[in-house]
């Protein structure tokens, strides 16, 4: 039985100026898949990822989320659909002068009007979750870049999302910080969440992901489970990355 589609990407480009970042992209995200984006930097990955939630604004085609087309909605009616679509960055965006349990109270409070009891209840569950409830009343500058990573993790997830977005989590993390980020990430993936993955860690797309997409010179070139994507590519442009990623 085939997952309902959750997002759905019709006809999307995206020009910068006279650039074409993104090429009538099309595909399908499905419930409870996990989908890793690799290619080479500059492929347009990450922009296609922000367009998901209209952090950038497709130049043309259609966006769907749970079959609303969300590049016609206004700024203000976006909320709602941000709310159900976490993202996490390359860089962690917490607030610096709040500890780690206000700022993940913080989107609760604000937007769902949660009492300060609920969001802290459900803030003290992720904590456990991403194995950091002893970090709870510590700053973000006190704590590791992989701690932090999965404090947004736990932050995103404060609002019960329905899809959570990566945007290469763990690129800027120390080597031994990376595992940490990817073990939660691991985790939610079992759980049944669906994702969208921007990564270079190749090892997390072949154990995790159900499907991959390898992206280059803006446009989705090869899709296929990530065996059939890493050991049998069938374009020379995905046997080129992937020959140099294996031999790298």
């Excluded at 009538?24 to 995200?29: K, Y």
């Amino acid at each position: 039985m085939t997952k309902q589609a959750v997002i759905e990407i019709n006809n999307v480009a995206k020009q910068y100026g006279k650039t074409d970042v993104l090429k009538d992209i099309n595909e399908t995200v499905r419930d409870g898949q996990v989908i890793c984006l690799i290619g080479p930097s500059g492929a347009g990955k990450s922009t296609l990822l922000r367009c998901l939630n209209r952090l950038e604004n497709p130049t043309s085609g259609e966006i769907k989320f749970d079959g609303q087309d969300i590049t016609v909605l206004s700024e203000k009616e976006l909320g709602s659909i941000r709310e159900n679509m976490g993202m996490v960055f390359q860089s962690f965006n917490l607030f610096p002068n709040m500890t780690v349990l206000e700022n993940l109270k913080l989107a609760p409070i604000k937007v769902k009007h949660w009492d300060d009891s609920a969001a802290e209840k459900v803030a003290y569950d992720l904590l456990e979750r991403v194995g950091l409830t002893e970090k709870a009343q510590a700053y973000p500058a006190s704590l590791s870049g992989g701690q932090q990573q999965r404090v947004a993790i736990a932050r995103a997830l404060a609002m019960n999302p329905k899809v959570m977005l990566f945007d290469e989590p763990t690129s800027a993390l120390d080597p031994e910080m990376v595992g940490e980020v990817l073990s939660v990430m691991r985790e939610l993936a079992d759980d049944g969440m669906t994702m969208v993955v921007v990564t270079h860690e190749m090892g997390f797309a072949k154990q995790v992901a159900d499907e991959v997409w390898f992206m280059a010179d803006g446009y989705i070139q090869e899709r296929g489970t990530a065996e059939e994507l890493f050991d049998h590519p069938k374009t020379e442009r995905a046997k080129d990355f992937i020959g140099k990623i294996i031999n790298s």
